[in-house]
C-alpha cells in the first residue's frame, strides 16, 4: 500500500536547525518569512497533500488522462483537487506580488514541491510547468505579455508548457524545424509539430500558454537559430475575457509507462498567432530560465518518490511476518518475526533513508541559495550563491532522480513478489520514477552539462563555491574524535573528487571525448561528497543537540553513520571507472557491437 506522511519533522530540521532559514526573513522582501510563518503554511501543505493528492495517486494512474477528439480529460477527482490548489494559493506561493503572487521564498515552495511530488507525481507535473512558464515570461518577455499573462497563470486560472521536443529532435534541439513567420501586425505565425508535451492540452484550466521554440525564416542553422515565441490555446482579449482558438490542437495523447495522470501530448501548430519572447535567434538562452528552474522540480520529483517509496516500505517491513531474526526470535509469541529485523532488509531501507535525507538536506541548501541569490543585497553574496546553484543544478536532477528510481525499486524488493502486483500500488513507483531521469534533458546530458560547461566556467570559479567550503569543514572538525567517523569519509570523497576534477579538466582539454567518458561517474562522485558534506554537516548538529538521547537527533546520527560506512565508499569504484579513460568505451567498432 502506498503510504506518506509529510516528514515535517525531517524538514524542520533541515531547514531551521540546519540551513538556519529564519535568515530569509532579513532579505528585502522575504520579511514575512519568519520560522512560525514556514511552519505553519508547510502544515497545511502537508494537509493538502496527504488527504487531497495522494487519494489520487493509484485512481490517477488506474484511469489515466483520456483523449477524444482534441480533448484531453484528466482522471476523476483531478479538477476539484487542481480547484483546491490554486484556490489555496499554493501557485502564487513564491510568485511575484506585483502580479499577484505572494513573494514567500522559492525555499519554501521547494519543501512544499517534495511533499507534491511524493503525494501525487503526476499532479505536481501541472502547477511545476506553469511555474516553469510563469518565471520564464516574468523575467524575458515585454512589460505587455507579462501584464496580460502572468496574473492568470499565477492565479493557475491559466496554465503553461514548455515546447522543445519534435519527433526528428530531443536532445539535439538544433533540429527543430517548427517555423515562425513575422506578420504585419507584430506577432508571427507558428507552424510545426511538438511531440510528448506535458501539460500540453487538459481539462484543469481555461487556457493553455505554450512557449514554443521556432525558427525564423532568416535563422542559423543550429541552436544558435532558436527563438521563443508564446501561443496561447484562447486567444486572450485586452480585458483578460478568452477570445476564440488559435490553431493549436492537441492530436493525441501517449500511452506510456508511468505518470499516466499526467498528460504527454502531441500538438499541431498550424499557423497558430504567437508572440516573440526575448531577442531573435536568443530562445533557448530565454528557455534556460525556464528548463533551469523545472530541472530543480524534476530532482524533487526524485526525492518526492524517493521519500514515498521508503515510507511505503518501512509500513511493509513492520507489518509483513517471515522467518525469524538470525539472533533468534525477536517475537517468539508470532509466527514469525517482521522482515524489519533482517539485516537485508534494513540495508534497503537505511539506503533509501540516507539517501533522501541526505538529497533533502542539499536540496534545501541549494533553494537557500537560490533565494539569497535573487534577494541579498550584497551583489558578491548573490554571484556566489548564483554560481553553487548553477554548479549544483545538473547534480540535483540527475543525482536526486537517480535515487528516486532505485528507492522505488528497493522497496518493490522489500516488498517482495507483492510489490509486483499491481493493486498494492508499489509498482506504480518504479514506473513513476523512471521519468524524471529521462525528461528536462537526460540524466546523461545533465553529466555532460556539469563537466562540459559547469566544471571549467569562470575559469572554475563555480567549482571553488563548492570546494572551498567543504575543505574549510574538514579542516575545522579534523581533530575532533567524535567526528571522525563522519569527517574521514568525506575527506576520502572529496580528494577523490578533487583528483577527478583535475584530471577531467586536463584530459577533455586535449579530448572532449575523455570528458564525455567520465561525466557520469564524475557527476555521481560529486552528488555522492555534496550529500556527505551535508550528512556530516547533520551528524555535527545532531552531535550538539544531543548525540546520546533515543530520540530524533540519535536516529540522524545512525542514519549518518549509515551512509558514511556504506554508501561513500563507492566515491572509490567511481573514481577507478572514471580514470579508466575513454578507451575502453570508445576502441569498439559500431558494426562490433
Ligand atoms: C513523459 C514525457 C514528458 C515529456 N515532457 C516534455 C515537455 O513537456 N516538453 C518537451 O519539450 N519535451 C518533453 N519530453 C521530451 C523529453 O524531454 C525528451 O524525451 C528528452 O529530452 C530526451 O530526448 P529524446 O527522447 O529525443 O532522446 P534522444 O535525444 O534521442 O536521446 C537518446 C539517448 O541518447 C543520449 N544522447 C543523445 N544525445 C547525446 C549526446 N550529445 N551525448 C551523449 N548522449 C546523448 C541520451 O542521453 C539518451 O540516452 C517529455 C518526454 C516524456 C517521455
Avoid at 535573487?374 to 554571484?383: G, V
Wanted: net charge neutral; proline share 5%; hydrophobic share 40%.
Amino acid at each position: 500500500m502506498q503510504v506518506y506522511k509529510a516528514p515535517l519533522n525531517d524538514m524542520r530540521f533541515v531547514l531551521l536547525d540546519l540551513l538556519d532559514a529564519g535568515q530569509l526573513a532579513q532579505l528585502p522582501g522575504f520579511e514575512e518569512a519568519t520560522p512560525d510563518t514556514i511552519t505553519s503554511i508547510l502544515e497545511e501543505g502537508a494537509k493538502l497533500c496527504e488527504n487531497v493528492l495522494l487519494p489520487l495517486n493509484r485512481s490517477g494512474d488506474e484511469h489515466g488522462c483520456t483523449y477524444e477528439n482534441g480533448v484531453v480529460r484528466t482522471p476523476p477527482g483531478f479538477k476539484d483537487a487542481y480547484k483546491a490548489f490554486v484556490e489555496a494559493g499554493w501557485l502564487a506561493m513564491s510568485a511575484n506580488p506585483e502580479h499577484g503572487g505572494q513573494g514567500l521564498p522559492e525555499l519554501v515552495n521547494f519543501v512544499f514541491e517534495e511533499m507534491v511530488c511524493s503525494s501525487n507525481l503526476a499532479f505536481g507535473n501541472y502547477p511545476l510547468l506553469s511555474k516553469g512558464a510563469t518565471a520564464l515570461i516574468e523575467v524575458h518577455a515585454t512589460p505587455e505579455l507579462k501584464s496580460r499573462y502572468v496574473p492568470r497563470l499565477i492565479e493557475g486560472r491559466w496554465s503553461g508548457t514548455m515546447c522543445l521536443t519534435e519527433p526528428q529532435c530531443g536532445t539535439d534541439l538544433g533540429l527543430i524545424r517548427t517555423r515562425a513567420v513575422p506578420t504585419d501586425g507584430g506577432s508571427y505565425r507558428i507552424t510545426g509539430t511538438k511531440i510528448f508535451i506535458t501539460a500540453g492540452e487538459h481539462d484543469l484550466s481555461e487556457n493553455i500558454i505554450h512557449l514554443v521554440l521556432a525558427k525564423l525564416p532568416d535563422a542559423p542553422s543550429g541552436t544558435r537559430g532558436i527563438s521563443l515565441f508564446l501561443v496561447p490555446k484562447f486567444m486572450p482579449r485586452a480585458d483578460g475575457s478568452l477570445g476564440p482558438r488559435n490553431g493549436v490542437t492537441c492530436a493525441g495523447i501517449e500511452k506510456k509507462m508511468g505518470i499516466h495522470a499526467s498528460a504527454t501530448c502531441v500538438l499541431n501548430f498550424d499557423e497558430a498567432e504567437g508572440w516573440l519572447i526575448g531577442e531573435p535567434h536568443q530562445g533557448l538562452k530565454c528557455m534556460f530560465t525556464m528548463m533551469n528552474a523545472a530541472r530543480l522540480g524534476v530532482g524533487l520529483q526524485g526525492l518526492g518518490i524517493g521519500e514515498a517509496a521508503y515510507q511505503s516500505a518501512v509500513a511493509y517491513a513492520k507489518d509483513r511476518r517471515q522467518g525469524r531474526s538470525l539472533k533468534g526470535a525477536a517475537e517468539p509469541s508470532a509466527s514469525a518475526d517482521p522482515i524489519i529485523v533482517h539485516p537485508d532488509v534494513r540495508r534497503m531501507l537505511l539506503t533509501q533513508r540516507a539517501l533522501n535525507e541526505g538529497a533533502r538536506a542539499l536540496g534545501y541548501f541549494v533553494a537557500l541559495n537560490l533565494d539569497i541569490a535573487r534577494k541579498h543585497p550584497d551583489a558578491a553574496r548573490r554571484e556566489e550563491a548564483d554560481d553553487f546553484v548553477q554548479l549544483m543544478t545538473p547534480v540535483v536532477k540527475a543525482f536526486f532522480t537517480d535515487c528516486g528510481s532505485l528507492a522505488a525499486n528497493l522497496a518493490v524488493q522489500i516488498h517482495g513478489g507483492h510489490g509486483y502486483i499491481r493493486e498494492h500500488g508499489i509498482e506504480q513507483f518504479v514506473r513513476d520514477s523512471r521519468i524524471p531521469q529521462l525528461y528536462e534533458g537526460t540524466n546523461g546530458i545533465q553529466a555532460l552539462d556539469l563537466v562540459g560547461r559547469k566544471l571549467g566556467q569562470h575559469n572554475g570559479r563555480l567549482l571553488r563555491r563548492f570546494f572551498h567550503p567543504v575543505t574549510a569543514f574538514v579542516e575545522e572538525h579534523k581533530g575532533d574524535e567524535r567526528m571522525a567517523e563522519f569527517i574521514e569519509p568525506l575527506a576520502k570523497g572529496l580528494d577523490r573528487l578533487r583528483n577527478a576534477s583535475l584530471t577531467i579538466a586536463g584530459r577533455g582539454l586535449a579530448d572532449p571525448e575523455e570528458a564525455g567518458a567520465a561525466a557520469t561517474e564524475y557527476l555521481k562522485l560529486f552528488a555522492l561528497v555534496a550529500v556527505g558534506y551535508m550528512w556530516a554537516r547533520m551528524a555535527k548538529l545532531a552531535l550538539a543537540k544531543n548525540g546520546g538521547d533515543n530520540g530524533f537527533h540519535a536516529t540522524k546520527l545512525k542514519t549518518a553513520r549509515f551512509y558514511m560506512a556504506r554508501l561513500m565508499p563507492e566515491t572509490s569504484s567511481l573514481f577507478a571507472q572514471l580514470m579508466a579513460g575513454k578507451r575502453t568505451l570508445m576502441e569498439m567498432g559500431a558494426d562490433e557491437f
